[in-house]
């Protein structure tokens, strides 16, 4: 049995026994150590249900499953089987998408302030109810988690995650496994905001050992001097799978628009950012915007990587769409900001 003990209010994590990730094993000295719970068998096959603990293996965060989302994952690194091409045919580089789970979660406050230099707070963002068309709302302690990210545990607390939310949407029920059962306002807020939360494709590609994932998420339309504008999200994640150290110096973005413009963007960092990857600390993530004058368009890009030598490489951003739903939409229902 792996115990999971936590210094008091500091989330780094300590284990007892298993394989666990580096950057959970880092803590400050002299910390009383509590028992926050015990580890559980990986899931292999099937999926976690909502009101699973867990620890994300890559951030080092606590956090609950509220509910399982099925993307459609675009892996540029797996080589599709070889087929001979039909007579006359030029070949294709279509990249097949498989079905794979993510979960929506609630992250535990208590970690956010400590896992911040990592991964931004996630936080839901949607459009405000008026004409206003950059005016951005959010909805903090969010996240979306990939199946293979969850280390799940079990925990005696009734209230083992911190975070407004969480009594609102779960209820402890002993008789459970888990023992964290769904609130009628969380079925009603799911159904409610599904186009906000909804996630449907995810694209992932390698360069160098620095592999970059990117989540595109569709937040609606405003109108805005007599023209529509349309705005998407996307959470992108760059994570370091080998053991040289290297920082991101410089982003280069381009953005095509139905409309039948193309726009470059250039910039040091990321959100005001030059992370440093290493093996340590082998991961980053954040979430930014964009908005374009028709109903859909494709964002594709690179990453200016720099060695500890100060040689420099780039690394690819893979093409991803972004498209639009038919309606428009309204703020997220119950809600009160």
């Not at 620890?55 to 509910?67: A, P």
């Not at 794979?100 to 970690?111: E, K």
């Not at 302030?113 to 109810?129: G, K």
């Not at 569709?218 to 999200?233: D, F, I, L, P, T």
């Amino acid at each position: 049995m792996w115990r999971i003990f936590l210094p008091i209010e500091v989330p780094h994590n300590d284990f007892i026994g298993g394989k666990i990730p580096e950057t959970l094993l880092n803590r400050p000295e002299g910390k009383i150590l509590e028992t926050v719970g015990v580890f559980e068998a990986v899931k292999q096959h099937g999926k976690y249900e909502t009101g699973q603990l867990f620890l994300h293996s890559v951030f080092g965060y606590r956090g609950i499953v509220l509910f399982p989302w099925h993307a459609r994952l675009y892996d540029r690194d797996v080589t599709p089987p070889i087929k001979p091409d039909p007579p006359g045919a030029h070949g294709s580089k279509e990249v097949k998408g498989k079905t794979h789970t993510y979960y929506q979660v609630l992250i535990d406050t208590r970690d956010c302030p400590h896992i911040s230099q990592r991964s931004q707070t996630e936080a839901v963002t949607f459009l405000a109810n008026h004409d206003d068309s950059r005016a951005l709302y959010a909805i903090p302690g969010l996240d979306y988690v990939s199946h293979e990210d969850i280390l799940p545990y079990n925990s005696t607390e009734q209230i083992p995650i911190q975070h407004e939310l969480f009594e609102r949407f779960l209820m402890f029920n002993p008789s459970k496994a888990p023992p964290f059962t769904t609130r009628d306002t969380l079925k009603a807020w799911q159904e409610k905001n599904h186009p906000w939360l909804e996630l449907s494709d995810v694209h992932r590609e390698t360069t160098e050992n620095i592999r970059v994932t990117v989540i595109p998420f569709y937040m609606g339309m405003r109108e805005a001097q007599n023209s529509h504008v349309y705005w998407w999200r996307y959470c992108i994640r760059l994570e370091n799978m080998g053991n040289e150290v290297v920082q991101l110096r410089e982003r280069h973005w381009r953005i095509f628009s139905l409309s039948g413009t193309l726009e470059t963007v250039r910039g040091r960092g990321v959100v005001g950012r030059e992370p440093v990857l290493s093996k340590e600390q082998p991961a980053f993530q954040y979430s930014s915007h964009v908005s374009l004058q028709a109903p859909s368009g494709h964002m594709w890009g690179t990453f200016r990587i720099e060695r500890t030598d100060g040689s420099h490489f780039d690394v690819r951003i893979p093409p991803f769409s972004l498209e639009s739903n038919k309606d428009d939409k309204a703020p997220p229902a119950g809600y009160t900001f």
